[in-house]
């Protein structure tokens, strides 16, 4: 219900959805639905959904005709709308009930299964495999539905996934690889099992033929996927269009049933036609639909309320993601976890080929995220949150036309924000330097304050860059070199201890670290075990390259190492941050944000003797 707030606000791309809410069963159901042990808790709980603008319920196999009377009677009570996919309650019985629709067509109709008992989830389902379509038998319920109002839901594409396991290559490549790899052992145990195969193929053909029939004597047939397995939403659907057309639908019927038909059983005027003072909820198409069924596929552009979608954009935010470990909880914005392969962080999420972005900073609890931006030339540090599944829209921390924010980063106790600004002190102008600065707040509800100048002893006339802390309050951060010798680029690494309230004079680090070169943007372990650091140097690989320094036995710092090909390019990468639980290395290179598994730091680890 979050999502679908925030999708109707504007605050995130995505379809319009109309909520469920949680599935009803019968007594001996699946424990994680609401079982029906007590009726008042069952009205109870649709009386409280329906408070929540929830507009339809499922019920699921072990609903009995006796549980299905009371919830559909509560539900229409609160203008709650009824399906199932059904199995202890026969469709006919469904029927003479009230419910509005039944999902997956023929394969769960058990008014035709033998040796059914009543009002259990029992039978033979021999009928999926040996019942003649067009028997009476099968037309007399389609006729009852008919006449009873209710609705059909086909959902042929997972049909056709159960019995073919042939995967769209496209479905392929936004699974998560655990998912892919599942995909991949389903395709092997079904060329093993040959005939078989626990879903058969003539199923989907009786399937096929069931929804055809009930549309063709005047039925409500509409559709979706069901999705499972390799059925991914969107592919799915394309390919429910393309298995109607093999059951014998027209186009102009198929499209009918997967667009209007949907609106009706929504009691949906606004939608599902293209025509005069109807919502612009359109797909344009690159072929012949008529004449080549692959042009389905072929999707130009989405518009929806009049605004149209790049379905390239959004399809490459979603590549190896669904369905992976960050996916459900929708942490580090639902992106699959990175291998030991730099990825783009948030492809046109937070990474937008749009815009540039820099510094970045995720809370402890990873929902909180604030990076900087390059808003032609003024820096600008965004901020998003996690609630409920949804992360907010993108904001901006501040509001300037002239003064530059960047390199975000918390405090140990996330108490304070931390970032770099060229901010006048009387804030009326800008400085000719770079300050250190930060807000602070009471607890994670609180607003922040006001920005505040870090000033002395850490902040100097020179410019200072880019925060970080240890666990413990050391500060490490870059201040601009000022020994005669050095490059007017040159930057050195400080660290400055935090004592009773207030940092101590800053210590530069020694020349394992600092080279009289552009050493900045330090982003230091929590347990002050290693650094990782930007630096410009003649061996290096690019315009500015990450480099790294581990603490050794005798706690000092290593000689840096350039992290080599596997991070760095020929661009220019900078910003390092670790995420709180040590898993994920983030930063910057060429304008945009990568992260990669932390597990590739133990390649640069100087060797111990006898290793």
Not at 205 to 220: E, I, N, S, V
Not at 397 to 404: A, G, H, P, Q, R
Not at 460 to 473: I, K
Request: some cysteine.
């Amino acid at each position: 219900m979050a999502i679908a707030n925030a999708i109707a606000k504007g605050e995130q791309p995505g379809p319009e959805i109309i909520n469920s809410g949680p599935y009803f069963s019968g007594p001996d159901g699946k424990t994680n639905f609401v079982r029906f042990t007590n009726e008042k808790m069952v009205r109870d709980t649709i009386r409280y959904w329906g408070k929540k603008g929830v507009k339809w319920l499922k019920v699921y196999r072990n609903t009995r005709p006796s549980d299905l009377s009371v919830i559909v009677d509560e539900a229409h009570k609160n203008n709650i709308k009824v399906t199932g996919h059904l199995c202890a309650t026969t469709y006919a019985e469904a029927a003479e009930i009230g419910i509005d629709a039944i999902e997956h067509g023929f394969l769960h109709s058990y008014d035709h299964a033998s040796g059914k008992e009543q009002f259990s989830c029992t039978g033979n389902t021999d009928f999926r495999t040996t019942l003649d379509i067009d028997d009476e038998a099968v037309k007399s319920v389609q006729r009852l539905l008919i006449d009873k109002g209710v609705a059909l839901g086909s959902t042929l594409a997972i049909f056709e996934a159960q019995a073919n396991v042939t995967a769209d290559a496209r479905a392929i490549e936004v699974m998560a690889p655990y998912h892919q790899n599942a995909h991949y052992e389903r395709e092997k145990r079904k060329q093993q099992a040959g005939a078989d195969w626990y879903f058969k193929k003539e199923w989907l053909g009786k399937a096929m033929a069931y929804d055809r029939q009930f549309y063709k004597m005047g039925g409500l047939l509409v559709a979706g996927l069901d999705p499972g397995l390799h059925n991914m939403p969107g592919f799915g659907d394309q390919k429910n269009y393309e298995l109607f057309l093999k059951a014998g639908f027209l186009p102009e019927e198929a499209i009918q049933v997967m667009t209007a038909n949907g609106a009706t059983l929504m009691g949906r005027s606004d939608i599902g036609l293209i025509a005069k003072g109807k919502t612009a909820n359109l797909v344009v198409l690159d072929g012949d639909l008529l004449n080549d069924p692959k042009t389905i596929q072929k999707v130009t552009t989405v518009f929806k309320n009049g605004i149209g979608y790049d379905p390239e954009k959004l399809i490459r935010s979603l590549r190896g993601n669904v369905g992976s470990v960050n996916d459900d909880l929708m942490t580090y914005f639902g992106q699959k976890e990175p291998t030991e392969t730099p990825e783009l962080f948030a492809p046109e999420l937070v990474s937008r080929s749009d815009r540039h972005e820099f510094g970045c900073t995720f809370s402890k609890d990873a929902d909180a995220f604030y990076f900087g931006v390059d808003n032609n030339g003024i820096m600008e540090i965004h901020y998003s949150k996690l609630a409920k599944g949804v992360w907010s829209p993108q904001k901006k921390l501040f509001e300037s036309d002239s003064v530059s924010y960047n390199d975000p980063m918390f405090s140990p106790d996330e108490k304070r924000l931390y970032f770099i600004s060229d901010r006048a002190l009387n804030k009326e102008a800008v400085k000719d330097d770079i300050d250190i600065w930060y807000v602070e707040r009471k607890n994670k509800e609180s607003a922040w304050s006001a920005p505040i100048n870090l000033v002395a002893p850490v902040n100097s006339e020179r410019n200072e860059y880019y925060a970080s802390f240890t666990s413990e309050g050391t500060l490490y951060f870059a201040s601009k070199s000022n020994s005669e010798n050095a490059p007017r680029y040159a930057f050195d690494i400080y660290s400055a201890a935090y004592k009773n309230g207030r940092f101590l004079n800053p210590t530069m680090l020694p020349e394992t670290i600092n080279m009289n070169r552009y050493e900045a943007d330090v982003f230091i372990a929590p347990d002050d075990s290693y650094m990782i650091f930007c630096s410009i140097r003649k061996n290096g690989l690019g315009q500015g390259d990450l480099y790294i320094s581990f603490k050794d036995g005798k706690g000092q710092w290593t000689a840096a190492v350039n992290m080599g090909s596997d991070i760095n390019t020929e661009k220019h990468e900078l910003c390092p941050f670790v995420s709180t639980d040590g898993k994920y290395l983030f930063y910057t290179s060429n304008q945009d944000i990568y992260w990669v598994s932390t597990n590739i730091l133990e390649r640069y680890r100087p060797k111990k003797e006898g290793e």
